[in-house]
């Protein structure tokens, strides 16, 4: 398996929009602790290291 | 006063003016042991079992007073059996299994270390270091009451120390004045601030963690469970980053508090101060006494090499860790238990001197996997900037209804001992068998239909033979071998899932320290022969 970079999410715009709600009305601080509570589950989700460590290329 | 830099918790070798001190000529030993503590006690019994004299000098006429080590684990508990130390050990201690962490107001989660069953020993037990260290000093007695080459002088302050090729030097301080003392090898077991790598320029580096830990041992009979607490955040006044409480033997319970980097010592080590905070941290009204109380800060370093030439640096001389994890005097056990049978054949010329190398090379191994663990744990409970707070918060908040969230909780990993991969002693591996026993492995203890296995791999090299008949081999280049047969009933299903997995029938050759050096599903007498070859650094021909 590869870090798949290519478009993979149905309705994007649909999906934006979520994720701007969910940080609808939160300070700086809770923002930032649902960014990171966000990023764990996600990563656990993918579980495979490698992936992982693409992922963490690609974002840096 | 010469020595005498702590108080005492047992005063155990006291001072007392020997021969070599009135000699003309500096008395010669083989061995030197610099340091009294745990590891150095332990590694002079260990070579006098096998019959090599070991002499120690401590500086001091006891055991030190005071809180240091509370978690001795398996590892430890097996190799002081075979110093004879460890029934006593596992008596008085107190046996924990369950731990439970907090974060701020709530509880996030608990867990079981759920020891494996038919070991002899358990995964951990608490007990107080001046105790760990008076049972290793009474097993050096009974082996100095049977004879055994051992001997500890009190007050034997090691004040300089010259090599040249052919031995050490040593000027040693007492309360009768100096004298001097030679040696084919020396291990400076001396601490962590030891000054035998200072008088020999030596250099101890790594990082110093930038936080302070207030240290309180009180007595008091408390209804808590023999569980490990351990709160982030704990919801006290002067909000303290980590506080925990672990129980030890006499009702003496180990409770700490992270205490931050830009903190008043002299105020926080006040008792009134340190009553106030425990008097907030327990239930209200819990009685207690202060039994002891110290500030430590932890770093995390080694020295680049731990031999240097006829000199060995073994226990927190040779590397330190914080102690989250426990992995300080469990690891130093470990370097006593590593040097000794290696000290033992070369001093007995059965094996090169270039064997002592592959003790730098083993347990620096060991060394860097602790230091890593250590790390990642002091990491953990002081994040070193915003985010890395933001992300420990995180795992913490996940970890209370999410399973997967709660292994990256760490609050130290505990002590477990490492396998030499890669490293030259082990014989590539040739048995498809159980990962876990794999050259360079501690072998895992195991039930057998009476009794326990390691107790059957004294200190020498042994062949475990697992339903298979060895050749008969007694002694490889004056090197002894015993052969541990096992069968029928012996081979219980534990025994068989540790060392035999899917295979019918297993060879093992065990080093003295109980570590695998090579397997087969057999082997003749010549490949067995090069195995130990391998396995006490010869040159293979
Ligand atoms: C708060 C705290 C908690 C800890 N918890 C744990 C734990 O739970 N589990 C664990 O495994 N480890 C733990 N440790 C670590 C453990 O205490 C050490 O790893 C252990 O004491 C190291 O033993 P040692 O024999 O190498 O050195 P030491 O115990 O320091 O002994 C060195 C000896 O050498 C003597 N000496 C020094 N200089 C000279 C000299 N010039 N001449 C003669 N003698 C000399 C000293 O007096 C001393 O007796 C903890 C440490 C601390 C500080």
Request: proline letters at 7%.
């Given at each position: 398996?590869?870090?798949?970079?290519?478009?993979?999410?149905?309705?994007?715009?649909?999906?934006?929009?979520?994720?701007?709600?969910?940080?609808?009305?939160?300070?700086?601080?809770?923002?930032?602790?649902?960014?990171?509570?966000?990023?764990?589950?996600?990563?656990?989700?993918?579980?495979?290291?490698?992936?992982?460590?693409?992922?963490?290329?690609?974002?840096? | 006063m010469v020595g005498a830099t702590y108080a005492l918790a047992h005063k155990l070798y006291p001072y007392a003016p020997v021969a070599d001190q009135a000699a003309d000529v500096a008395v010669h030993h083989p061995v030197i042991i610099i340091g009294g503590g745990p590891i150095g006690v332990a590694t002079g019994i260990d070579l006098a079992q096998k019959g090599t004299p070991a002499l120690i000098l401590d500086d001091h006429d006891g055991v030190g007073m005071?809180?240091?080590?509370?978690?001795?684990?398996?590892?430890?508990?097996?190799?002081?059996?075979?110093?004879?130390?460890?029934?006593?050990?596992?008596?008085?201690?107190?046996?924990?299994?369950?731990?439970?962490?907090?974060?701020?107001?709530?509880?996030?989660?608990?867990?079981?270390?759920?020891?494996?069953?038919?070991?002899?020993?358990?995964?951990?037990?608490?007990?107080?270091?001046?105790?760990?260290e008076k049972?290793l000093v009474d097993a050096l007695r009974r082996a100095e009451a049977e004879g055994k080459p051992i001997e500890i002088r009190g007050r034997n302050v090691v004040t300089g120390i010259r090599q040249d090729a052919d031995k050490v030097t040593l000027s040693i301080d007492t309360p009768d004045g100096p004298y001097t003392l030679t040696a084919d090898y020396v291990i400076a077991c001396d601490g962590?601030r030891s000054p035998t790598r200072d008088m020999m320029g030596?250099?101890?580096?790594?990082?110093?963690?930038?936080?302070?830990?207030?240290?309180?041992?009180?007595?008091?009979?408390?209804?808590?469970?023999?569980?490990?607490?351990?709160?982030?955040?704990?919801?006290?006044?002067?909000?303290?980053?980590?506080?925990?409480?672990?129980?030890?033997?006499?009702?003496?319970?180990?409770?700490?508090?992270?205490?931050?980097?830009?903190?008043?010592?002299?105020?926080?080590?006040?008792?009134?101060?340190?009553?106030?905070?425990?008097?907030?941290?327990?239930?209200?009204?819990?009685?207690?006494?202060?039994?002891?109380?110290?500030?430590?800060?932890?770093?995390?370093?080694?020295?680049?090499?731990?031999?240097h030439g006829r000199v060995m640096f073994a226990g927190d001389a040779?590397?330190?860790?914080?102690?989250?994890?426990?992995?300080?005097?469990?690891?130093?056990?470990?370097?006593s238990?590593?040097l000794a049978?290696?000290l033992d054949?070369?001093l007995?010329?059965?094996?090169?001197?270039?064997?002592?190398?592959?003790?730098?090379?083993?347990?620096?191994?060991?060394?860097?996997?602790?230091?890593?663990?250590?790390?990642?744990?002091?990491?953990?409970?002081?994040?070193?900037?915003?985010?890395?707070?933001?992300?420990?918060?995180?795992?913490?908040?996940?970890?209370?209804?999410?399973?997967?969230?709660?292994?990256?909780?760490?609050?130290?990993?505990?002590?477990?001992?490492?396998?030499?991969?890669?490293?030259?002693?082990?014989?590539?591996?040739?048995?498809?068998?159980?990962?876990?026993?794999?050259?360079?492995?501690?072998?895992?203890?195991?039930?057998?239909?009476?009794?326990?296995?390691?107790?059957?791999?004294?200190?020498?090299?042994?062949?475990?033979?697992?339903?298979?008949?060895?050749?008969?081999?007694?002694?490889?280049?004056?090197?002894?071998?015993?052969?541990?047969?096992?069968?029928?009933?012996?081979?219980?299903?534990?025994?068989?899932?540790?060392?035999?997995?899917?295979?019918?029938?297993?060879?093992?050759?065990?080093?003295?320290?109980?570590?695998?050096?090579?397997?087969?599903?057999?082997?003749?007498?010549?490949?067995?022969?090069?195995?130990?070859?391998?396995?006490?650094?010869?040159?293979?021909?």
């Amino acid at each position: 398996m590869q870090l798949n970079t290519q478009p993979n999410i149905p309705d994007p715009d649909g999906f934006y929009d979520e994720l701007l709600a969910a940080h609808q009305g939160l300070t700086k601080d809770q923002s930032d602790a649902l960014n990171a509570r966000l990023i764990l589950i996600l990563a656990n989700h993918i579980g495979d290291r490698d992936i992982l460590r693409e992922a963490l290329k690609a974002a840096g | 006063m010469v020595g005498a830099t702590y108080a005492l918790a047992h005063k155990l070798y006291p001072y007392a003016p020997v021969a070599d001190q009135a000699a003309d000529v500096a008395v010669h030993h083989p061995v030197i042991i610099i340091g009294g503590g745990p590891i150095g006690v332990a590694t002079g019994i260990d070579l006098a079992q096998k019959g090599t004299p070991a002499l120690i000098l401590d500086d001091h006429d006891g055991v030190g007073m005071g809180s240091r080590a509370i978690c001795f684990a398996k590892r430890t508990l097996e190799i002081a059996d075979r110093l004879g130390a460890g029934a006593e050990m596992v008596e008085k201690g107190v046996v924990w299994n369950v731990g439970r962490v907090f974060h701020g107001e709530g509880e996030v989660f608990d867990f079981n270390l759920l020891p494996e069953d038919g070991h002899r020993n358990p995964a951990f037990i608490n007990l107080q270091q001046p105790y760990f260290e008076k049972f290793l000093v009474d097993a050096l007695r009974r082996a100095e009451a049977e004879g055994k080459p051992i001997e500890i002088r009190g007050r034997n302050v090691v004040t300089g120390i010259r090599q040249d090729a052919d031995k050490v030097t040593l000027s040693i301080d007492t309360p009768d004045g100096p004298y001097t003392l030679t040696a084919d090898y020396v291990i400076a077991c001396d601490g962590a601030r030891s000054p035998t790598r200072d008088m020999m320029g030596l250099s101890f580096d790594g990082r110093v963690f930038e936080d302070n830990f207030l240290i309180a041992d009180v007595k008091m009979t408390a209804d808590f469970p023999t569980e490990r607490w351990f709160w982030f955040e704990p919801p006290l006044a002067n909000a303290p980053q980590s506080a925990l409480l672990h129980k030890q033997p006499d009702d003496v319970w180990r409770i700490d508090f992270q205490l931050g980097w830009d903190i008043d010592r002299e105020a926080e080590l006040d008792p009134a101060k340190i009553r106030q905070r425990i008097d907030e941290f327990l239930p209200d009204g819990t009685a207690y006494e202060l039994v002891w109380t110290s500030i430590y800060t932890f770093q995390c370093r080694r020295m680049e090499r731990f031999r240097h030439g006829r000199v060995m640096f073994a226990g927190d001389a040779a590397h330190q860790v914080s102690p989250f994890g426990a992995r300080g005097a469990n690891s130093g056990i470990q370097d006593s238990d590593n040097l000794a049978w290696k000290l033992d054949l070369v001093l007995r010329s059965l094996a090169p001197d270039t064997l002592l190398d592959t003790y730098h090379a083993e347990r620096a191994h060991g060394a860097d996997e602790n230091i890593l663990n250590s790390t990642r744990a002091t990491d953990f409970l002081t994040p070193k900037s915003e985010m890395s707070k933001i992300f420990r918060n995180a795992v913490l908040t996940l970890a209370r209804d999410h399973a997967f969230a709660r292994p990256m909780v760490n609050s130290g990993r505990l002590s477990v001992p490492c396998t030499y991969d890669g490293l030259p002693l082990n014989t590539p591996d040739a048995l498809t068998g159980p990962a876990r026993t794999r050259p360079g492995s501690p072998c895992p203890d195991a039930p057998l239909a009476d009794g326990f296995l390691l107790d059957r791999l004294p200190g020498c090299f042994t062949l475990l033979a697992l339903d298979t008949d060895p050749p008969d081999i007694t002694e490889v280049g004056g090197i002894p071998i015993r052969t541990l047969r096992l069968h029928g009933a012996d081979l219980t299903d534990a025994l068989r899932d540790r060392y035999l997995g899917d295979a019918p029938h297993a060879l093992y050759l065990i080093r003295p320290d109980q570590h695998v050096a090579a397997r087969w599903p057999n082997a003749d007498a010549a490949t067995i022969t090069t195995a130990l070859s391998t396995a006490t650094g010869q040159p293979c021909n």
